[in-house]
C-alpha cells in the first residue's frame, strides 16, 4: 500500500472509485479545487508517496524537487507523450518517481458529440443550416487530422452514415484504409473536405495561416482536441470569411475565450468525454496504474 495517498484537486472519480482508491493507501486526504500556486501545491504533497492530478496542474521539476517523497504520480488524464504532459515525466524519472497516464476514456462521448453537432448544423435543426437545403451525412466530406483513437473512432461513426473519409496523419494507418478511410497529404486532405476535424494530441498545432488559406471559405472545422490544435490568430482570420463554421466542446480548445461570441463559433463550455461512462473509466484506468506499480514494487 501507499503510505499516503494524496489527490491534489478533482480528478473525476466516482464513489465506487474512491472506495476502491482507500484500499490502495494507508491515508488519502483529497483536495476540493485546484492549487493556486507552486507553493500551495508543494504544501498540499507535502510528504505523500502517491500524487494524483488531473489536467489542470502543471507539476514541474521545480516541485519535484521539493517533494521528496514522492515515489509515484498518477495523471488522471490522458498521458500522449512525455512532451505534451502536464508532469515533467524526464524529471521525476531521474528522481525515481514513476508517473502514469490514462488514454482512452472518453472518445465515445466525442464521437457523440461531433454526430450532434453535424446532424443539427446541416439540417438547420436549432438554426440556420449550412447550405439553403438540408443535408444528410451521406456522401459528406470529412477529413480527420490526427488518426489516434479518437480520429478512427469519429471516421467510423461518421461512415456508418455514409461520409466519405479522407485522413492525414503522421504515419499511414492501414487498417483504417483497409477499411475505406482514403490517406492524403494535408494540403490535399485541407482542399477536398468540407469538414475537418482536429484530431490531436495536445500541444500539437497543425493548422496554421497556409493551412486555413488552403482550406478556405464554405468550410466547418471542429476540433476535438484536449487543446487547440490550430493557430488561434490564424484561426481568427480564417473566421474573418462569410461563410467559415468551428465547433468545439471546451474553452481550452477553443483557444481564446475572445472567440466564444464570435457567430460562427459554437462552443459548448463543457467536455464532451463527461458522461458517466467516461467518469467510471476514468476511475478504473486510474486504478489499474496504481494497482500495477504497487504489484511491481512488492515483487
Known amino acids: 500500500m501507499f503510505k499516503q495517498c494524496v489527490i491534489v484537486e478533482p480528478v473525476g472519480m466516482n464513489e465506487n472509485a474512491q472506495a476502491r482508491l482507500r484500499r490502495l493507501a494507508e491515508e488519502v486526504i483529497e483536495y476540493p479545487d485546484s492549487p493556486s500556486s507552486e507553493a500551495e501545491l508543494i504544501k498540499r504533497i507535502g510528504q505523500a508517496d502517491c500524487v494524483l492530478v488531473s489536467w489542470r496542474t502543471e507539476i514541474p521539476a521545480s516541485v519535484l524537487r521539493q517533494c521528496p517523497s514522492i515515489v509515484y504520480i498518477g495523471m488522471c488524464c490522458s498521458l500522449y507523450s512525455e512532451a505534451s504532459a502536464n508532469v515533467d515525466i524526464a524529471a521525476a524519472r531521474q528522481l525515481g518517481i514513476t508517473v502514469t497516464g490514462i488514454r482512452d476514456y472518453g472518445d465515445e462521448g466525442v464521437v457523440e458529440y461531433v454526430l450532434y453537432e453535424l446532424i443539427g448544423f446541416l439540417n438547420g435543426y436549432r438554426q440556420a443550416s449550412f447550405k439553403p437545403v438540408p443535408l444528410e451525412l451521406t456522401d459528406l466530406k470529412v477529413g480527420i487530422l490526427g488518426m489516434g ?7 467510423r461513426g461518421l461512415m456508418h452514415f455514409g461520409s466519405r473519409i479522407q485522413y492525414y496523419s503522421r504515419t499511414r494507418k492501414p487498417e483504417c484504409e483497409a477499411e475505406g478511410m482514403e490517406y492524403q497529404p494535408l494540403d ?5 473536405n468540407d469538414v475537418i476535424c482536429e484530431c490531436l494530441n495536445k500541444n500539437a498545432i497543425v493548422m496554421g495561416p497556409e493551412q486555413f488559406r488552403l482550406l478556405g471559405d464554405h468550410k466547418i472545422v471542429f476540433n476535438t482536441s484536449i487543446g487547440p490544435g490550430h493557430d488561434v490568430e490564424a484561426l481568427k482570420a480564417w473566421l474573418a470569411l462569410p461563410d467559415t463554421h468551428f465547433f468545439c466542446d471546451s474553452e481550452r480548445a477553443l483557444g481564446d475565450e475572445a472567440l466564444l461570441d464570435h457567430p460562427r463559433v459554437r462552443c459548448l463550455r ?10 467510471d473509466r476514468l476511475g478504473q484506468k486510474v486504478l489499474a496504474n496504481m494497482e500495477n506499480f504497487l504489484n511491481q514494487r512488492n515483487g
Open 149 to 155: 483513437t479518437t480520429g478512427q473512432i469519429i471516421a
Open 270 to 279: 463543457t467536455s464532451a468525454g463527461n458522461s458517466v461512462q467516461c467518469i
Open 188 to 192: 490535399a486532405l485541407l482542399r477536398q
